[in-house]
């Protein structure tokens, strides 16, 4: 149990295009979805924490107009990269936490990731 | 600010022996600590999650310690195998919500 799925795995787009990132709990209901960047042979840096049916909040720097956050149900959370440019490109990563786990337990389950490319 | 460091960087060690990595955190105010594993172009698999509470938890041939005073977590992996190449990542949650902040990992490589 406990899967989360991500879609596209990866992505080629041209600069200035929109590229949606999809992250799924498959068999559980996540009230927080969490999104991360990982450039290459660095860690994983917190961008935003999706809440369902409410805005998201983002971590200091990451811009909310660039990188627009929806989590329209309890087993979605979408990631819109707009007008995206070479500097753009990262493995993004989305994690989900079961709506039923207590507030102390925390565990959270990660998606494959998604490797977007920006030409 | 809570910073997650973890030493050390890469670790190369033949079949066989145990690996030990460390994790350290500046901020002991953690909600938990988990250890992860990635492969290269991979997402992550949690191994072990250590509740603030708790010193250390086990999992077959994996050990992960706590030290909330001192800011230190240590994953042991016995007898280790070749199939355990890869990339362990530590995080600490830093809020209830379960917000994390990861180490920059430590990259193992087990040769037969």
């Known amino acids: 149990g406990a899967v989360v799925s991500q879609h596209p795995s990866r992505v080629i787009c041209k600069s200035g295009t929109s590229v949606k990132i999809e992250c799924r709990s498959l068999?559980?209901?996540?009230?927080?979805m969490f999104w991360y960047r990982q450039f290459p042979k660095q860690s994983l840096m917190l961008m935003a924490t999706?809440?369902?049916?409410?805005?998201?909040?983002?971590e200091q720097g990451v811009e909310k107009d660039k990188f627009l956050i929806n989590h329209a149900s309890l087993t979605l959370s979408t990631l819109t990269v707009t007008s995206a440019h070479p500097e753009d490109s990262s493995f993004y990563i989305c994690?989900?936490?079961?709506?039923?786990?207590?507030?102390?337990?925390?565990?959270?389950?990660f998606g494959p990731g998604t490797r977007l490319t920006v030409l | 600010k809570q910073e997650v460091t973890q030493i050390p960087a890469a670790l190369s060690v033949p079949e066989g022996e145990n690996l030990v990595l460390n994790c350290s955190f500046t901020?002991?105010?953690?909600?938990?600590l988990q250890w992860f594993r990635q492969d290269p172009g991979k997402g992550l698999t949690s191994l072990l999650l250590?509740?603030?509470?708790?010193r250390e938890q086990t999992s077959g041939r994996l050990n992960a310690s706590l030290d909330k005073s001192s800011g230190r977590s240590t994953l042991y992996i016995a007898a280790s195998q070749p199939g355990d190449s890869a990339t362990y990542l530590c995080?600490?949650?830093?809020?209830?919500?379960?917000?994390?902040?990861f180490g920059a990992g430590t990259q193992v490589v087990v040769t037969p």
């Open positions: 999706s809440n369902e049916g409410s805005k998201a909040t983002y």
């Open positions: 250590i509740q603030s509470s708790q």
């Open positions: 901020d002991s105010a953690i909600y938990n």
């Open positions: 994690s989900a936490r079961p709506e039923t786990a207590p507030s102390s337990y925390n565990e959270q389950f």
């Open positions: 995080a600490v949650a830093t809020d209830s919500w379960g917000k994390l902040q």
């Open positions: 068999d559980f209901q996540a009230t927080t």
